[in-house]
């Protein structure tokens, strides 16, 4: 971070000042001064001269710093709707660059942690990531990812009621983790084990024994368990 503001504090008309304050920024994540981070991030924000491009980086970032941050914050559910808030304006202000649709979903994500102490965030966090996924030109991983957060929601809701409404839920939970873990749409293979994981575990517990044997043993065949 100390090499990267020298080169934009020092070198302040040259092309590379933007890109070595982003890096700057990333690297203050990395070593978890959040409040560096943000710092490098809302200057490139707010700079008029800072390309497009890097702007919008620059705000997914800062999001990302706020989420990250909650751990030292004593007020976390503030900061996971300031880190919502600050996607939601990647949505607003970038509505067509496919980045868009991993706000959508990190908007689902600060919405369910919101959802433990509000549960009716589950149903802004569903209303994300439902986004996310339908986002056109959105990647193979932000889409599982989202279903993966989907599936979540209605286990969650599934736990504040009883009955048949429960088990439509779980059930609902349950499609969208084979969904994943069945490669519709393509994802990689963190989201293949989650989503296979999570299937094997949701049939357990609707006694559907034999599709969580059979998903355990595919994901044998397949390698992706030990």
């Known amino acids: 971070e100390i090499q990267y503001k020298q080169l934009f504090q020092t070198w302040k008309t040259s092309p590379l000042a933007y890109e070595a304050r982003m890096m700057a920024g990333r690297a203050a994540v990395r070593w978890a001064k959040w409040d560096n981070a943000i710092e490098h991030f809302i200057s490139l924000t707010s700079d008029t001269n800072c390309p497009t491009e890097l702007q919008m980086q620059a705000l ?3 999001g990302g710093a706020l989420m990250l941050s909650v751990t030292a914050s004593t007020n976390k ?3 996971w709707d300031e880190a919502r808030q600050v996607f939601l304006a990647v949505t607003k202000l970038y509505p067509n660059n496919e980045l868009t649709a991993a706000a959508w979903g990190e908007i689902g994500n600060c919405a369910l942690q919101m959802a433990a102490t509000d549960p009716t965030y589950y149903n802004t966090a569903s209303n994300a990531y439902q986004k996310a996924i339908m986002f056109p030109g959105a990647s193979g991983a932000v889409r599982s990812q989202a279903r993966v957060g989907l599936a979540i929601v209605f286990e969650k809701q599934a736990a504040l009621t009883s009955g048949a409404a429960a088990t439509d839920l ?12 069945l490669g519709k ?12 994981l999570e299937a094997a575990r949701l049939s357990e517990l609707l006694n559907e024994w034999p599709q969580a044997l059979e998903l355990y043993r595919d994901m044998l065949r397949q390698k992706l368990l030990p």
Request: glycine residues 10%.
């Open 185 to 196: 749409p393509e994802a990689d293979g963190f989201w293949r084990r989650k989503a296979g």
């Open 60 to 62: 997914f970032a800062r």
């Open 77 to 79: 559910l503030e900061k």
């Open 170 to 181: 779980l059930k609902q939970g349950l499609e969208l983790y084979r969904d994943v873990y």
